[in-house]
């Protein structure tokens, strides 16, 4: 670990974080991600080790615990500040969670207590209220945006653009939403562009990544589920980007007559 955050400080990469955090199973059998949770003497081997390595910042992600019987994330934080990183990032579930239920944003208010560098909070973010209910409620210096971003990539400037309306407007409660919602023509311009780049750089899982993206790309686009499925069902990668540009030129142009008319 400490070799390769030293490879990382030498490619010029601004900090190094350890991911604490994965609940893959893959991962974990190999002790890795938050397999770690189950031992806290080799997380501060490598805590210290790494801390010594390099000169930039280092952080770690980490989930709250193994199960809702081995709550880790307090101690480990402490840990954390001890070895001298400089922030750590709690996702307020388990391992044993994965991904569902209720992050317990309360276990990110007992680290913000417990520690001075700075904690960053995540998990159930999903609209730009959220994040700011997140800050409120925990008293956490940043949150940190995961399954959400891939589905709504605009969700950091909706959240920029929220935080502007609520300074300017403290008091106010506006059924209006105060961010701008992104058009389908900007959706259509991501999707596109991001698909291009993987065939632009030839990457011999282009068509997997594609796939894999493809259901949060297509995410609240009306008729995103057959464009899913013709994506799914499609071959190569130029394949998929051709039926992805007949898509939504078709309602492009059908929702151009619909507003000419």
Known sequence: MAEAARMVEGLGFDLVDLNLGCPAKKVVKCNGGSGLLRDLPAIGKIFEAVRAAIKIPFTVKFRAGWDDENIVCVELAKMAEDCGLCAVALHARTREQGYSGQA???????????????????GDIRAPQD??????????????????????????????????????NPAERSSALPYEEPAEADRYQMIRTYFQMLIEEELPDAVGKMKQFASWFTHGVPGGAALRKAIYESKSA??????VENFFEERLRTSSLVSTS
Not at 132 to 154: F, L
Not at 238 to 243: D, S, Y
């Open 238 to 243: 130029p394949e998929i980007l051709a039926r």
């Open 131 to 168: 994040a700011c209910d997140m800050v409120a409620q925990t008293g956490c210096d940043a949150v940190m945006i995961g399954r959400t971003a891939p589905a709504n990539p605009w969700i950091f400037r909706q959240i920029a653009q929220y935080n502007a309306w609520i300074s300017e």
């Open 104 to 122: 317990r944003w309360e276990w990110i208010t007992a680290i913000k207590q417990a520690v001075k560098i700075p904690v960053i909070g995540n």
